[in-house]
């Protein structure tokens, strides 16, 4: 049975924000994601925001797929942030190195702000 997993997309300014509800995990990443990826189109100078607020876990394919949209994204002149994770989230992105490379902010305002 597939965890509980629930995308919000919504455009500010042409950024597509991506909110995340529920829970990443082995039954719904590969779906979730290509969702995501069918929505993002050509990854051509787009911007994108990952807001994580009601993510409560995720696992680590859905961890590779965020890398993957954000090397797709830098490679055709775009950008990427991810907001709002809660702590749990956060510690694991950040273990891993995520927010090394993509930008992460506290709030969805700051995350829309960044955006060149």
């Known amino acids: 049975m597939e965890t509980l997993m629930e995308i919000k997309k919504s455009e500010i300014d042409g950024i597509q924000i991506f ?3 529920g829970e990443l995990d082995e039954t719904n990443a590969d779906s979730t994601f290509n969702s995501i990826y069918k ?6 100078d787009k911007k994108i925001i990952f ?3 009601g993510l409560k876990y995720l696992n680590s394919k ?3 797929y ?3 949209i954000f090397s797709n994204i830098e490679d055709n002149d775009g950008d990427m942030a991810i907001s709002n994770c809660d702590e749990g ?3 694991v992105l950040e273990l891993v190195g995520i927010t090394t490379i ?3 902010f506290d709030t969805l ?3 829309i702000e960044s955006m060149d």
């Open 66 to 68: 965020i890398a993957d």
């Open 39 to 44: 929505e993002i189109g050509d990854f051509s």
């Open 109 to 111: 305002d700051e995350a």
């Open 62 to 64: 859905s961890i590779w």
């Open 19 to 21: 909110e995340f509800n």
């Open 89 to 91: 989230v956060k510690d």
């Open 51 to 53: 807001n994580m607020s």
């Open 102 to 104: 993509v930008k992460t």
